[in-house]
């Protein structure tokens, strides 16, 4: 089959650095744009096709001075791309592609040789697999299309993927596999060719080679190697992956089928609305008659002269105009009101509207509501086609049947009842085993395998029986109420927090505070004092030693201790034998202080006034009264480039501002002249009075982060602990002010070394526990197939933004009143905003009294629904990725590895919005 598909597509890039490797003695090279900032874009070559031929190769190869030169997994059969990027059905070669940054190629090396044993389970022998080396810090593994029994297809990509991610990898935690490879056109760096940004050549290498250390494999890659003996054409397919591709390509073809018959009758829908209304559309209206508005330009919409043309030309085609009068009337409009560039010559702008418009008419181009809303001409609920919702994303339903289907290669399927039984033997051998003090137990055991009971219960047990104690790390949520049964009073304590705990809206004690002065230490804890068992009693408020105070007395119980997950980091866990944490404890380990300037200048003035507040020694030195101030100074009067429109400015843009206006004292010469008794930092009496106006302390993490950035900052790692942000005031009137974050990251205390932990998380992940704890993890992680029925229907509606609003919730209300009556035992899962307002729809009696709800993240580790039969799930959750930047910045900062921290927003046009 390979002879009838002999074409590929090759491309090339570079850097203009580059340019002296790939045209060595050239005195004129290739041209680069230049970029708004002054730097050059990469030079870029078009996808040209060619013979697959080594001859053909060699040529495009040396043209480039063989660097950066790419060509496809995929054979084509023609030697044209057809017109318009019309699909084309092709072979192509199974690819993995592992890729992992942060560990230099380590991470990747290891979840190669995991993916290896996958595919050598799977029936693929190893004598048929071609592996290499990137040249940089990835692996990829390539299998030739006819081992697996394909045959050609114009979205094999897509069935590829489909089978990874459904068969080969399921539910395995491989980090460093690249999923975004399975494209129609993939550019594959040729073998043997250079990898321009580290020097190194991709080659082909042996698997017994991949078990080499990194740095012996990226050694081989100074030279490409020639004469390496490829892998040849199959004796014969494999059954197994042959019936994984005939499964998977009957599933992609329904869902492909079904989108196209959805997606066409909602085009014909619109065209018919259109054609039979009296009018014109509200849209079309407003874009004759005022064209594109500056409010429109400057409020980000995705606006352009030629947009508006087609959006216009569709409408008047659908409403039965011809092509000339078409022109005669959006020509002047095009000249006139839909100009955005002024400076756009006339001429110019005449032919780009006359060849819009012959687009519209000579191909089958139809209206669609979609666009017009997105450039953000007025769209009207009085319009007749807005109840047809024309041009949204229309829903698609699948229900998809789990049961019955093959576990994944290499792993074991059991049910829940044998998982159940091993949790507390698999505990229990690891108490026991002698390197249970230097590593760590994960257990990530899908959720109604009683993680936390089975623990419980071998807690209970070895109490019992050899008196050891065991602390239980929880979220405050999930307190002894929902831990504890009766038999298990005798053996298990809760601590009770020093403030008590307070009912959210009634602000009444739900537990009373044991603490005599509640309200006074509550105020030091939110300035930032760290209130300990040694300087509790030296403030002049309370004057009880550690043995006389109720809040300390509790902490001599000798039982079992149900706790704060806050409690890892304090010096009570070496009364333990061993440790057990209950759910993710990433945000545990991060501390965030918050600086203002009021906070700056309320420091500076005590200071000056002889005043020795915030653990700082009473001599301040200048060079650390310099940086406060230029610190204030930043706070005070932010340039322009720093405006509330951005939510997180990294610790390289804060720095650069205090060095722009220390003007001849650099801040590495600042930070070079603060004293060490500038760092000194020890525990003092507060008097009452000072309570209220104190600022946290906030110097020596300021010093230590600011050290960290001039001096020691990985060039490759962009992540940041210290930032320069935005946040409403709190008094009146609101106002925008900005913020100093520092981040850091909590250290675990010398009493944990050498206890042993056990972690219960059904989403753990054991390489970031390994960062964290600093121990070698060992994970239990078993696979139980589902076996529940799942309805999916997927919609733009269901959006949080879009579920907020009335007309979007109206719609859903009657499927869920439906379905939450038919079973009452129904638990409704959506976004936190959305909960309340869903409490008063079941309250005015539109939705039935039975229906639970709750919003997301907040079940975790909770057995409270698992009775329930039916569970609704309204949007989907999604993470913050600021939020995920800033966690990362406190966690990984000191990386060795490169690491990015550039948000991409998702910027869809008109081809793909559907």
């Given at each position: ?701 300021l010093l230590d982060i600011l050290d960290f950035e001039v001096f020691d900052r990985p060039a490759e790692n962009a992540l940041s602990r210290i930032s320069l942000e ?189």
């Amino acid at each position: 089959m390979a002879e009838q598909f002999p074409y590929r597509d090759y491309w090339h890039y570079h850097a203009k650095d580059d340019c002296a490797r790939i045209y060595p003695g050239r005195k004129k090279r290739c041209r680069h744009a230049r970029n708004g900032d002054g730097t050059y874009a990469d030079k870029r070559t078009k996808w040209t096709r060619h013979p697959d031929d080594p001859v053909e190769e060699e040529k495009f190869r040396s043209r480039f001075g063989n660097g950066n030169v790419f060509r496809t997994p995929q054979r084509y059969r023609n030697p044209e791309r057809p017109p318009n990027g019309a699909p084309e059905p092709f072979v192509s070669d199974f690819m993995m592609d592992f890729d992992h940054g942060e560990s230099n190629g380590e991470t990747a090396r290891l979840d190669t040789i995991a993916a290896l044993d996958l595919l050598e389970k799977s029936g693929i022998p190893p004598e048929n697999i071609l592996l290499t080396y990137s040249g940089s810090k990835g692996f990829h593994i390539e299998v030739d299309y006819r081992v697996l029994g394909v045959h050609p297809h114009p979205e094999l990509h897509k069935i590829y993927k489909a089978m990874i991610e459904g068969e080969l990898l399921s539910n395995m935690n491989l980090s460093s596999f690249d999923g975004s490879i399975y494209t129609s056109r993939r550019q594959w760096r040729m073998i043997n060719s250079i990898h321009l940004a580290t020097g190194l050549y991709k080659i082909p290498i042996g698997i017994e080679e991949l078990y080499l250390p990194i740095n012996a494999i990226r050694e081989m890659a100074e030279s490409p190697r020639r004469d390496w003996p490829f892998p040849g054409p199959p004796s014969h397919p494999s059954p197994m992956w042959n019936a994984w591709f005939e499964r998977y390509m009957v599933l992609i073809e329904q869902e492909k089928e079904s989108s196209t018959v959805r997606k066409a009758e909602a085009l014909q829908e619109a065209q018919n609305s259109l054609r039979s209304m009296a009018g014109l559309p509200p849209c079309v209206e407003a874009a004759l008659k005022h064209g594109i508005t500056e409010e429109m330009v400057k409020s980000g919409a995705e606006i352009t002269r030629n947009r508006a043309t087609m959006f216009l030309a569709t409408a008047l085609k659908a409403k039965g105009r011809e092509m000339e009068t078409v022109k005669s009337k959006l020509l002047p409009l095009a000249e006139s009101i839909l100009r955005v560039d002024k400076s756009a010559p006339i001429q110019q702008v005449k032919s780009s509207t006359i060849s819009c418009i012959n687009t519209v008419f000579n191909h089958d181009y139809k209206f669609n509501c979609g666009l017009p809303r997105k450039m953000g001409f007025p769209c009207l609920s009085s319009c007749p086609l807005h109840g047809h919702r024309i041009g949204k994303q229309r829903r698609s339903r699948s229900v998809i049947e789990i049961h019955g289907r093959p576990h994944p290669v290499g792993r074991e399927e059991k049910t829940i009842e044998q998982v159940r039984e091993e949790i507390p033997g698999k505990a229990l051998e690891y108490l026991q085993s002698p390197d249970a003090g230097g590593k760590i137990l994960l257990i990530t055991a899908p959720p109604g395998t009683h993680k936390t009971l089975g623990i419980k219960k071998l807690a209970n047990e070895l109490f019992k029986e050899k008196q050891m104690r065991c602390i239980f790390l929880r979220s405050f949520r999930d307190s002894a109420l929902n831990f504890q049964e009766a038999e298990d009073k005798e053996i298990w304590f809760e601590p009770i927090p020093r403030l008590g705990v307070k009912h959210k809206s009634t602000g009444e004690y739900l537990i009373k505070p044991l603490c005599l002065f509640p309200d006074e230490v509550s105020e030091l804890i939110a300035k930032g004092y760290l209130i300990t068992r040694h300087g509790c009693g030296r403030n002049d408020f309370c004057r009880l030693k550690p043995h006389e105070c109720s809040y300390f007395r509790q902490f001599k119980n000798k039982k079992n201790w149900i706790a704060d997950r806050s409690f890892l980091f304090t010096s009570y866990v070496k009364s333990f034998n061993y440790i057990v944490i209950d759910e993710d404890i990433i945000d545990t380990f991060v501390e965030e202080i918050t600086i203002k300037s009021r906070d700056i200048r309320n420091f500076l003035e005590r200071h000056a006034s002889g005043t020795a507040i915030g653990g700082i020694n009473e001599k301040l030195s200048p060079a650390l009264k310099k940086i406060l101030r230029l610190l204030d100074s930043v706070l005070t009067e932010p340039r322009s480039h720093l405006s509330p429109e951005h939510p997180l400015l990294t610790g390289k843009i804060l720095l650069d501002e205090i060095d722009g206006r220390s003007q001849s004292e650099s801040l590495k010469d600042l930070l070079r002249a603060v004293g060490i008794e500038d760092r000194e930092a020890q525990d003092h009496p507060v008097s009452r009075s000072e309570v209220k106006d104190i600022p946290p302390k906030f110097i020596i993490p300021l010093l230590d982060i600011l050290d960290f950035e001039v001096f020691d900052r990985p060039a490759e790692n962009a992540l940041s602990r210290i930032s320069l942000e935005w946040e409403e005031s709190r008094g009146y009137p609101r106002t925008i002010i900005p913020v100093i974050r520092l981040r850091t990251r909590k250290e675990l205390p010398e009493e944990l070394e050498g206890k042993p932990i056990i972690i219960l998380d059904a989403t753990g992940n054991p390489d970031l526990i390994k960062h964290l704890f600093g121990r070698e993890v060992i994970h239990y992680n078993p696979h139980v197939p589902m076996r529940n029925q799942v309805i999916q229907i997927t919609s733009a509606l269901y959006g949080r933004r879009s579920l907020m609003s009335e007309g979007t919730l109206e719609r859903v209300l009657p499927a869920i009143d439906k379905s939450a009556r038919e079973e009452p035992e129904t638990l409704l899962v959506t976004h936190k905003p959305l909960v309340e307002k869903i409490y008063w729809i079941i309250k005015e009696g539109i939705l039935p009294s039975t229906l639970a709800v709750r919003h997301f993240w907040s079940l975790r580790g909770s057995n409270e629904f698992r009775n329930y039969r039916q569970i609704i799930i309204l949007g989907a959750p999604y993470p913050d990725p600021y939020g995920i930047i800033t966690l990362a910045g406190a966690l990984f900062y000191d990386h060795k590895g490169p690491c990015d921290t550039a948000i991409i927003p998702n910027r869809r046009d008109s081809k793909t919005s559907a």
